[in-house]
């Protein structure tokens, strides 16, 4: 299986994305995580990363986009993988075209967390006291929501005229979530 989740800021990606790998044995690779584990080592795309990441922007696809290519050309990535947090951009799509047909090998579905706004923006605000986050600050928030809306929400139009687009209500509990992106995912698997 090769999946992309996207939403907007808080939709609750990265816990998901956690579950929907581990259902397909797959890894799932977020950008996001990815860019923080090299801001807090220190390295040079983490120092380059960090200066669009705490303004809420985001980082320029030339960088993102090795990034990506590298880590899907790791053998575990072979068999499949979920992107989460890319592609984030028109470009990046394009990109990410390439990576893929590369390979030999085809996107199979792209999942839509949708969300209400408001609420997203508690639940960040929530997450920034437990996990301290830099970019979870209200100003950051409203950037990242900003910026989602500008460059990647465009995408969702994309991948629906491809057929791959699985809309899923993010809204509620984390379980109730994941058994709603696992009955519509199940049957893309078995098609
Ligand atoms: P969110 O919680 O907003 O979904 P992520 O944890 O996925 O955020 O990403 C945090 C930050 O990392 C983004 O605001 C951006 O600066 C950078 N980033 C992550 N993925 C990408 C990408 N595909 N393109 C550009 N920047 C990215």
């Known amino acids: 299986m090769r999946l992309i989740i996207m939403g907007p ?28 584990a090299n801001v807090s080592q220190g390295t040079p795309l983490g120092v380059e990363a960090k200066k669009f990441m705490d303004a809420g922007e985001y980082v320029p696809d030339e960088v993102t986009n090795l990034m990506v290519r590298n880590r899907i050309d790791e053998p575990d990535a072979e068999p499949g993988f979920l992107l989460d947090g890319y592609p984030r951009t028109v470009a990046q799509v394009e990109e990410l075209d390439g990576m893929i047909a590369f390979t030999g090998h085809r996107l199979d579905a792209v999942v839509v967390l949708t969300v209400d706004q408001d609420e997203v923006v508690q639940r960040l605000l929530q997450r920034a006291q437990t996990e301290g986050r830099a970019d979870d600050t209200e100003d950051v928030i409203r950037r990242r929501q900003e910026i989602y809306t500008e460059q990647t929400a465009p995408l969702i139009d ?9 809309e899923v209500d993010g809204m509620g509990e984390v379980d109730d979530v994941t058994k709603r992106i696992f009955a519509t995912l199940d049957v893309v698997s078995e098609s």
């Open 9 to 36: 800021p808080g939709a609750g990606k990265g816990t998901q994305a956690r579950y929907i790998a581990e259902h397909f044995s797959i890894p799932a690779i977020s950008t996001g995580d990815i860019f923080r």
């Open 158 to 166: 994309v991948y629906r005229d491809r057929g791959l687009l699985v």
